[in-house]
């Protein structure tokens, strides 16, 4: 009788020792799964990626099988926060779900050896069911429901202005708001359910750097100017408002951020700043227009819904607090 032979694991390696020639078909597979998926333009963002690995710069973990790569999964260190920046595995891979969960464990565990990290924080767009069921450390990660939502242009052009078109005044985005806004963002966040997400909304410094990265790489797209608003109070001239966009494909919007005053919330403003954004983006030739919301941000999902936008994916920004305690 014939011995039954067990499959081997691919193998994991430390993604600054694969061959980047390893990893070029991988990431060209995933930009063609963000285009057929979410309307996003992936490449500028596999190209640096691509960039620092050829660099052996970028931490992380790659999985072969034998010379071929199936996943790979890259983090960073931020202060004394790590940041899972990607995993992703080809979907043309049976048990894809077990090879992300095994990438997504040696990267936390990596986290957790490193000295001075005490927080993890990770958003994965692409992650598979399977995997979002079993996440490494479950009693450790906290889970946040979030939602890719999009909308053709065809069903917002119609938009019309709301209150808060007469309770402020609106110019397009310039770098001289940056301290202003982030001041804006870290007073719009307290207390607020995404600040439990992302903690750099929690001081405006860490506001700051959220809102330089948003503007100078390609992670939430290319940052789009024209369609970047804010509202500024009439009496007293104080940023009270802020919406940034980017471009996610040469014909498709993104919107990256809106927030409002704590003192003005819900008086129409944030949907007015988000109208003009859109207009921006009809006039420069956008096709649709998509953003992200946690779910639990009911008002804003709403809203949302009422413009026109409509949930195209599910999935989740996991948390590890407490890192190495």
């Not at 990626?49 to 072969?64: E, H, K, P």
């Not at 992650?127 to 917002?156: Q, V």
Request: charged share 25%; net charge neutral; aromatic share 10%.
């Amino acid at each position: 009788m014939t011995a039954l032979v067990e499959p081997s694991l691919p193998l994991l390696v430390d993604l600054r020792q694969a061959k980047p020639d390893l990893l070029e078909p991988l990431l060209a597979e995933e930009v063609e799964l963000w285009a057929a998926n979410l309307d996003w333009d992936f490449r500028a963002s596999a190209e640096l990626i691509l960039r620092f690995i050829r660099m052996q710069s970028l931490s992380g973990y790659a999985l072969l099988d034998g010379e071929r790569a199936i996943g790979y999964c890259y983090y960073v260190q931020e202060d004394e926060k790590g940041l899972i920046g990607d995993v992703f595995v080809g979907r043309r891979d049976i048990g894809a779900g077990d090879h992300e969960v095994r990438l997504m464990a040696a990267a936390l565990r990596a986290l957790a050896a490193t000295p001075f990290v005490r927080r993890v924080e990770a958003q994965f767009m692409m992650l598979s069911r399977a995997a979002r069921a079993r996440m490494p450390f479950p009693g450790l990660m906290k889970h946040f429901e979030r939602l890719f939502m999009t909308a053709g242009i065809g069903r917002l052009r119609q938009l019309p202005a709301g209150p808060g078109a007469v309770r402020a005044e609106y110019y397009t985005w310039h770098e001289r708001e940056m301290d202003a806004a982030a001041r804006l963002m870290s007073a719009a966040y307290a207390r607020h359910v995404d600040s439990k997400i992302n903690n750099q909304y929690g001081s405006p410094a860490g506001a700051r750097k959220f809102i330089a990265n948003i503007l100078e790489y390609p992670g939430c797209g290319s940052f789009f100017e024209a369609g970047s608003v804010v509202a500024l109070d009439i009496a007293t001239g104080r940023l009270i408002g802020v919406c940034l966009a980017s471009l996610v494909a040469f014909d498709v919007g993104h919107v990256t951020q809106v927030c409002v005053a704590p003192e003005v919330r819900g008086s129409g403003i944030g949907y007015e700043m988000l109208r003009r954004s859109i207009a921006a983006m009809e006039r420069h030739g956008c096709r649709a227009v998509s953003l992200t919301v946690t779910a639990a941000n009911v008002d804003a999902v709403r809203m949302y819904e009422r413009m026109g936008f409509a949930t195209r994916r599910v999935y989740e920004a996991f948390v590890w607090d407490g890192v190495g305690k």
